[in-house]
């Protein structure tokens, strides 16, 4: 009888507990303070927040319109973005369920699509990500064949997953529809072109293709694989005559081929790992270890130091001892280039060669500090090889 009564009491407090919990879950509702307090008006603001890259402050608005309406579909695939791009995939994954849970007709199915479609291109934790992708595609255009986002998100998965033409087909598509992203599609198609133009022969050169700017790991994996450099410089160096020999003694010093190994003390698990140790072998100028025994493969390359990369390479594959030296006396080409710049005589080099070129056509510019683009680290080794006549 005890034992009941003690049932009895604890039951209604457990119940409480349980709804108390329950409501603390959910979003916490409010009554709207004006005409656009509404969960449309916050959406529509939180994505273009997202746009913007104001992560904070677009997840704060698709909040307050979960807020007023507990069950706004395109709120909640909101802040699946938001999670996404902050990648913090797990609450996505629930964010995306509750969308598509709420989701009252097919424009809001549309928008969880395409939303999934972003998740697994930036996710990738499935190795089978771009078939996922593919699969939300398929939904998407099955729903509604001329909805752009999802041509314009699959054409960004595809371009992620180096599969270069037929993001390249998704982005002429959104063109022939002409409704939205058709600016974006348009900056990816002359991006697609130009990496077409640089021709990347390795996976390790298409994925350097997509990056912003390079690193001297990079660097190393261009010229190892996309260049073959340790090949070249297998071959017997070309003769050249007493005069040339004797024009100037490079202040490096002398440029042995036979490769030294020196391992880097920064770069044990370094995914390009094979690939440093090859470049180190070939002694690249601008490619060493720094004093303490470190390569620093994280490190931005500027142009200008590429240039000077570029220079050694040329000296050595041409037996041109004397280009170390040939424009110290020069006249600068560029107004950001001065004549006591230690890439003067390298970009000079480069550049009257047309190898490289200046980085404003309106200014004539070089930007010798400027950090190399990956497309732009490929153009410029395809037009190495033109000059060498390596193609």
Known sequence: MKHENIRTLILPFTLCAGVLFLISCAPKTRVAVSQLDTPGHHT???????????????????????????????????????????????????????????????????????????????NKSD???????????????????????????????????????????????????????????????????????AMPATEAGKKIALTELITRADAAALFMEELKIKELYKKPEPKVSAEVKDVVKVQTGAFPLAPVKLLAKDIADHP????????????????????????????????????????DILIKLTGEKDLAARYVSSKSLFPDVPAEMPYFNAIIAVTSRGIMEAKNTKTGEFAPLKPVTGVDALLIIRKLKKELKLN
């Open 127 to 197: 190795q089978k990500w771009l078939e996922l992708a593919k699969n939300q595609f398929d939904e998407a255009v099955m729903m509604d064949p001329k909805y752009s986002p999802a041509y314009y998100f699959m054409g960004l998965a595809y371009k992620e997953g180096l599969e270069f033409n037929l993001a390249g087909l998704m982005f002429v598509k959104i063109i022939q529809l002409k409704t939205d992203h058709m600016a974006d599609a348009d900056a990816q198609l002359k991006f697609l072109q130009k990496v077409q133009l």
């Open 272 to 311: 390009l790992k094979t690939d440093i140790e090859g470049i180190l072998e070939t002694g690249v100028r601008g490619l060493e270890n720094d004093p303490k025994g470190n390569f620093n493969p994280g490190e931005v390359l500027s142009r200008g130091e590429y240039a000077m990369m570029l220079e």
């Open 44 to 122: 529509f603001t939180g994505l273009k927040l997202l746009d913007q890259e104001k992560y904070t402050d677009a997840k704060r608005e698709f909040e307050m319109a979960t807020q007023l309406d507990a069950k706004y579909s395109k709120a909640y695939t909101g802040m699946a973005l938001v999670n996404i791009y902050t990648s913090n995939f797990n609450a996505a994954l629930e964010n995306l369920a509750n969308g598509l849970k709420y989701a009252k007709d097919a424009d809001e199915k549309l928008f969880v699509n395409v939303a999934k479609i972003r998740y697994h291109t930036l």
